[in-house]
């Protein structure tokens, strides 16, 4: 009888994979230039899973390169998916709007598709991006899961990530971050850096602060729940005298003080360097 159990067991098991659907898989490159103007504003929505990069240049135009993945148990299926996954443009008076859109909206699929199948909602798929923008140019950046990158843009920028993998390379202006989850590296690269503020929270994982020696700040690190601060930067001083630095908290001021840094992690790690070359 245990035998005869088993064997059945395994017959079972045989048929329910072999009626599992083999996924397809398929790539796709959508791409968009547009002129903008010195000073605008950008503003991108990233997918629920993707990644994105920003790139300052001399051009005064938004260059975006947006690669699309998707999957499913068919062509047809495909088909129907990559006519309802890409982005949009929302174009004003010195501000443009790069909207992800995908099965996740459900208002946007009544839009677009009235009868799009419900067995396809829950298909995945990721968009990637890569944005070129003029060099001073505001940011406004909302992402899901998925790497982060920006490099070589002065301006404003506020960001909301969910989870990721991030790299911010300052050049001047100010930042506001909030991330859920992951690991954040921000590097200040020189001591003349033209920002105004930075104020950085991560609820969990690790952050590196890479800064320059001779930088003029007041730092704020916290580490509000859990985890400590790994301090590598020799130019702190106590802003209050008496006040002692500590696994979890450094209140400190470097050179002449003035511009305002203030970084938090909830749950994890904070590392603090020294003139190192970003990788």
């Known amino acids: 009888a245990f035998y005869l159990v088993l064997f059945s067991f395994c017959v079972l098991g045989t048929a329910a994979i072999a009626q599992s659907p083999q996924m397809l898989k398929r790539t796709t490159t959508k791409s968009d230039r547009l002129d903008f103007g010195v000073g605008g504003t950008v503003a991108v929505v990233g997918a629920p899973k993707g990644s994105i990069r920003i790139e300052g240049w001399s051009n005064r135009e938004i260059e975006i390169t947006a690669e699309i993945g998707i999957e499913g148990a068919s062509e047809a299926d495909l088909d129907r998916l990559s006519k309802v996954i890409g982005f949009s443009l929302e174009e004003s008076a010195g501000r443009t709007g790069i909207i992800s859109v995908g099965t996740n909206d459900k208002k946007y699929l009544k839009r677009v598709d009235k009868s799009f199948p419900k067995a396809l909602l ?26 982060l990158a920006i490099t070589g843009v002065e301006g404003a920028m506020k960001i909301n990530y969910l989870d990721t993998h991030a790299r911010l390379d300052l050049v001047g202006g100010g930042l506001i971050a909030v991330f859920g989850k992951g690991d954040v590296e921000i ?13 950085v929270q991560l609820a969990s994982g690790s952050m590196l602060l890479n800064l320059p020696t001779g930088l003029n700040a007041d730092l704020d690190a916290t580490i509000l729940r859990t985890g400590k601060i790994e301090n590598g930067f020799t130019e702190f001083k106590p802003r209050v005298r008496k006040q002692e630095f500590t696994d979890t908290s450094i209140v400190a001021k470097s050179g002449t003080g003035g511009i305002s840094l203030k970084f938090s992690v909830g749950d994890g790690t904070m590392k603090i360097v020294q003139d190192r070359k970003p990788s």
């Open 122 to 147: 829950n298909n995945p798929y990721r968009i990637d991006y890569v944005i070129k923008v003029p060099r001073y140019t505001d940011l406004q950046i909302d992402g899901g899961v998925g790497d």
């Open 187 to 199: 590097n200040v690269p020189t001591r003349s850096w033209r920002g105004r503020f930075a104020d």
